[in-house]
């Protein structure tokens, strides 16, 4: 959204040396439809039919959905780099673990192909955000 | 965002009959962008020289950001009517309390301005969710 | 927990005059358990051979935890009454709602037992709170 | 609180083998304690007269109560221990970076004592899981 990096620009945060506007402004707008896409994918899975076989990736999702949140909270909030690598580090590996069981649902159940993208998108975001405060 | 809209479309939540996804996709779209511009407004507010005038804009940033986020989970969730409206009754009243004061603050803190833009919005959306369920 | 009690007496929250701080502190704690055995007892729902049967208790209790831990936060903020009333009826019906499904399956899932005694203890405790800043 | 415990009985989460019912019991106790600690805290030391000596801390507060929040949800699903680790690696950060800042306000602001050991047991009680989960 134009308006998250519009958001940014009036903010000063510690990381903007490493990290440009444009790119926090995209990673946040990553992990919004992240979690909003886990959050109502688990919703759905928790009424398909199929149920009983969702059931780890439901579980992934939940956790998804709370992971992303608390880290676009830090980094919304300008915090200092350890906490944030360390907060990046564990988003990445929900996100993951949240695509890796929707992709095989993918083609059966929609909510499941929406959610898989856009987990796999958030965790690509987390992972050039991290690159940069480590380079 | 269309994504959210594609998503939606996927889902089968119980007051599709009376908001229509655009709707829903719509009002989720404000949720996610107030959610984020408060969070970054308060930990702006709490930076700034004149902090201590900004004390009732802040707590109110801080409930706004977690009101609206469990009621946009709640919508995403397709959750009954009874606890929606509940939800967003509250939600409404968060988002107006916190624009009021960012309101007054607006012309020297940017992000104050847009973070009372982003609650209006959002308070409208809310609004237009809640006429449809009790219409 | 006394520490509770003992965290709210160095506040100045401004409903004070309505509620005592113990009975502040006995609410808090109730909705800090509840949010831990809706959360629990959701994921446990989701392994469960007759989780086709649970669906809705699943969503009521993850719709449980996101209102109360808000409610929490706002209480703990010392938010002004017109907020923390609506949240508070959110609250309460999110509660019984969650309640009333688990206290179905209390027989066969321990968990469910648990969390329908920890819900409706929120529940009661919210009422109090309500009915002494509106009395 | 006894029921924890009870409650984590009735489930089967997958990191039993290596940690027991008991250490997970305290360790979830210790961090509902924090999460309450920490928002009451952040929220007191907004209304402080010397608030602009305390950004940091308050910053570090509200990134706490999230970072313990998510931690808390991810062991009480019985997440896998990936996950689980990384996220309680930030989560050990988060409440020492938080208990750092506190304990220099501890002696002006009683709600900053409470808050820094609230703190300090919940990164002690992360740090005992995670140890178990990596021996």
């Known amino acids: 959204m134009p308006r998250t990096r519009q958001l940014l620009d009036t903010l000063?945060?510690?990381?903007?040396?490493?990290?440009?506007?444009?790119?926090?402004?995209?990673?946040?707008?990553?992990?919004?439809?992240?979690?909003?896409?886990v959050t109502a994918c688990a919703a759905a899975m928790v009424g398909e039919d199929d149920v009983r076989e969702l059931h780890d990736a439901i579980i992934r999702d939940l956790n998804c959905s709370?992971?992303?949140?608390?880290?676009?909270?830090?980094?919304?909030?300008?915090?200092?780099a350890a906490l944030l690598s360390a907060q990046l580090e564990a988003c990445v590996i929900a996100c993951e673990h949240s695509a890796e069981l929707c992709a095989e649902h993918a083609n059966h159940h929609e909510h499941c192909r929406i959610c898989s993208q856009a987990?796999?998108?958030c965790a690509e975001a987390c992972r050039q955000i991290l690159h940069r405060l480590h380079g």
């Not at 510690?14 to 896409?37: K, N």
């Not at 608390?70 to 200092?80: A, E, Q, V």
């Open 119 to 121: 987990t796999l998108r």
């Open 66 to 80: 709370d992971t992303v949140a608390t880290t676009r909270r830090l980094i919304s909030r300008g915090s200092d």
């Open 12 to 37: 000063s945060v510690s990381f903007r040396p490493q990290v440009s506007s444009e790119r926090l402004a995209a990673a946040i707008d990553a992990m919004l439809e992240c979690e909003e896409a």
